[in-house]
């Protein structure tokens, strides 16, 4: 991920990723999937993870080189 990205950016990026996470796992949990669907659904959840994890080891490297960024924990903390 480039270091171009700004911090409200990556801020953003997080806390979307987060609330798309909640929002898969709902679904995945709503028995409103059809039975050929639930793999690929499931699928979509897993990149989801995916994507927000390498999102935040670019902010925790990123925080500890600016300390005007909140803690990870702090940060999702406000997302709930």
Do not use: C
Request: glycine letters at 4%.
């Amino acid at each position: 991920m480039s270091e171009n990205i700004s911090n409200n950016a990556l801020i953003l990026g997080l806390l979307s990723l987060n609330s798309e996470i909640a929002i898969q796992n709902e679904y995945l949990e709503s028995g409103e999937i059809p039975e050929d669907e639930i793999d690929d659904e499931q699928d979509v959840l897993t990149d989801l993870e995916q994507a927000f994890m390498e999102f935040v080891d670019v902010y925790k490297a990123r925080a500890k080189n600016d300390s005007t960024l909140p803690a990870i924990e702090e940060l999702l903390a406000g997302d709930e």
